[in-house]
């Protein structure tokens, strides 16, 4: 077999692995299904420093910022899921903030903040900002959520991560469609 059907049979995979429960679904995901399986399975990939953290088991927190897409949806992919000794939670956040204590966070924009501002609130903080590479607001997060041939794909900004105080999983990146560096 060759190299690139050994990677691509692994991309596959962990793409199945990162899906997780909606992919066993007798219909396929919808969109928002996977951008939230997303959100929830991207933590275990990324180290964040431990002043990310007000403690040792304190929560890894999703921060929805602005319009949220999700509704319940998040909620139920995150539930009873944690990472180490960190549960994770989702907050809905009107603006976002350098103390807002989001370790991850999914900028959608809202005229209380665009989403320009929200990213900037953020800039070199140890926030994994995602956004939708369609979202129209003017920003990019360090994970861009995008749609290739119908499927949700996503690409990462790695030099923006590491300016933020974040290392990425190569097994992450080697998913991503692109990898900024």
């Excluded at 692995?17 to 399986?37: F, M, Q, R, W």
């Excluded at 924009?109 to 590479?133: C, E, F, I, K, R």
């Amino acid at each position: 077999m060759r190299a690139s059907q050994r990677l691509r049979r692994w991309v596959v995979g962990l793409a199945a692995c990162l899906l997780g429960a909606a992919a066993a679904a007798d219909t396929p995901p919808s969109e928002l299904e996977v951008k939230a399986d997303y959100l929830a399975k991207f933590a275990p990939f990324v180290v964040w420093p431990q002043t990310a953290f007000a403690g040792p088991s304190s929560p890894l927190v999703i921060c929805v910022q602005g319009a949220d897409p999700f509704g319940g949806v998040l909620d139920r992919a995150t539930a009873g899921q944690s990472v180490g000794a960190h549960p994770v939670i989702v907050r809905r956040v009107a603006r976002l903030a350098a103390d807002s204590g989001c370790q991850i966070a999914y900028v959608a924009g809202s005229p209380v903040q665009p989403q320009a501002d929200a990213l900037h609130a953020v800039d070199g903080q140890p926030v994994l900002t995602v956004t939708d590479v369609d979202g129209g607001g003017g920003g990019k997060g360090i994970v861009q959520l995008v749609l290739v041939n119908g499927h949700v794909r996503f690409m990462i900004d790695a030099a923006r991560a590491a300016q933020s105080g974040l290392a990425i999983s190569s097994k992450l990146l080697a998913l991503a469609e692109d990898v900024t560096k």
